[in-house]
């Protein structure tokens, strides 16, 4: 039942997602759309000592990539190289000329960019008038003009009949080192399978940045977790330390929890680089130095955040609310913002934006959809010198607005959500089966478990309950936020982080609910048992 929920209807498809094979599933790099074409020129730049310039972007996808492909040239020994990632809260997202001309500057002729790039049309005329062979490695959706590069590596490009299109800026990064180590490992004296020590990147990328679980993605997340619990990188060994966590234990959950927001917590309150540093550490003195950094930045992100959705808040207690809701503060981070919308949404189920100021004064901000329309078609129907600049898909955007335009913002976008508005979708929770609490046992886990990793396109599967009765429920942790439920007859628990305790508070001894949640192991100071996380709780009359 839980395959047939995930559209697998035949015994073939069942057997390659229940039990993905690293050598069936991840397939030659080569029949990526001019991947032939951007070896020979990097082989060419190594071959002739030119200077190499990775071009990051700033987030969980971009900078695991750069750490690939810096332990790629390391690996063989090129130092004729550097590492750029640009600051979110000055620079922006993707190429800019003034990162190009610095570049080009310190003698660069090839720049690989890994996670950006795919958009840039005028950077990519920049880069050409400064000498510098653009070599593109992206995911992101191509636009119907491409810039002008020496090579594009994105599957999505026309023409390209590789077999997923859905790989992540890290995935792609990988699969580029993959076809340089085929040409030419045996060569710079690589062991043969070196590469799949770089999965410990591409499988924290391929999560965290919510690509499709399936396909060779499944694969690419499935191993980088097995190599994540053997990894010896010193950056993640001080990382996990720092966040008490067991290595062999780690499970996707602890990538887009804990792992995740910490490399972005770099970008977001800081420096990206700091993040490349801790992942590249090749010493734990490195190591421990840049994780503790990174703990705090996110110690203080979390902070931040709170204050910015609280102040969010009471703004807009005293506001009359309209379809969309435009609400920013110039003090704000814009590098949060999108943290805070996607708050906002769950609490006022209407679309929003919500914007900050840079270091350099301008208004940018993020946008999260609340099902009723496609931000960026919203946004790009919005009269010409409105936005500076757009970017984004369905659910999510990024966009930039003069300071004189941020104040008419709100009007324009309900105008325009009028002609862009559709039907939402029936968003009715889903069951997959329902169980008895007597079934949550080892036995039938280690079934569920064949479906990991867990994630978009493949969601942990959801159990319905029926009529248990409760026998404690408490609220706990510092602040009293998190709800743990016990039942009549059983030792299973059921837990809920950050629950609302006005809509909870109802639940007490001797309530009988229906109760919706999902499986998992919890490893909490390595004592391993089972626990259902809660989904939905609805009290019987």
Known sequence: MLLKKRGITNAGDAEHFLYPDFERDVRDPFGILNMEKAVERILCAIDTNERIAIYADYDCDGIPGATIFYDFLKKIKYENFEVYIPHRNIEGYGLNNKALDALAERGATVVITIDCGIVDIE??????????????????????????????????????????KMLCGAGVAWKLVCALLARRGEVWGVPKGWEKWLLDMAGISTIADMVPLRNENRALAKYGLVVLRKS??????????????????????????????????????????????????????????????????NDARKGLVASMVKEAHKHLEGRTLREIIVIGNPMW??????????????????????????????????????????????????????????????????????????????????????????????TELSVDMELALSE????????????????????????????????????????????????????????LFFADSGKYKILKAGVTVDLVATMEVNTFRNNRELRLRIVEVVKKM
């Not at 966590?245 to 990538?255: K, L, S, W, Y």
């Not at 479906?451 to 009529?467: C, D, I, M, R």
């Open 232 to 297: 010896r990188r010193p950056g993640l060994l001080a990382l996990l330390q720092k966040m008490d966590m067991n290595q062999a234990n780690i499970v996707e959950d602890d990538i887009g929890f804990m792992i995740g927001p910490r490399i972005n917590a770099a970008s977001r309150m800081g420096e990206p680089m700091d993040a490349f540093r801790l992942l590249s550490a090749e010493t734990r003195e490195e190591a421990d130095e840049y994780a503790e950094k990174l703990m705090h930045l």
């Open 333 to 426: 981070k814009p590098g949060l913002v999108g943290l805070v919308a996607m708050s906002l949404v769950k609490k006022y189920e209407r679309t929003i934006f919500v914007w900050g100021r840079t270091e350099s004064g301008e208004i940018k901000g993020s946008c999260r959809s609340d099902g009723t329309v496609h931000v960026v078609d919203m946004m790009t129907s919005v009269p010409e010198g409105v936005f500076i600049d757009v970017g984004g898909h369905e659910e999510a955007g990024g966009f930039s607005v003069s300071s004189d335009a941020v104040h008419t913002l709100e009007d324009e976008l309900v105008k325009a959500y009028q002609l862009a508005r559709k039907e939402k979708e029936n």
């Open 123 to 164: 950077e990519a005329d920049h880069a050409r008038k400064l000498g510098i062979d653009l070599i593109v490695t992206d995911h992101h959706l191509p636009q119907d003009i491409l810039p002008k590069a020496y090579a594009i590596i994105n599957s999505k490009q026309a023409g390209d009949t590789y077999h997923d």
């Open 440 to 495: 949550v046992n080892w036995v039938n886990w280690k079934q569920i478990e064949k479906f990991a990793p867990f994630g978009t396109a493949n969601p942990k599967p959801v159990f319905l309950f029926e009529k248990v009765k409760i026998a404690e429920a408490r609220f706990f942790g510092k602040e009293k936020t998190h709800l743990e439920l016990s039942f009549d007859g059983s030792g299973i628990k059921a837990i």
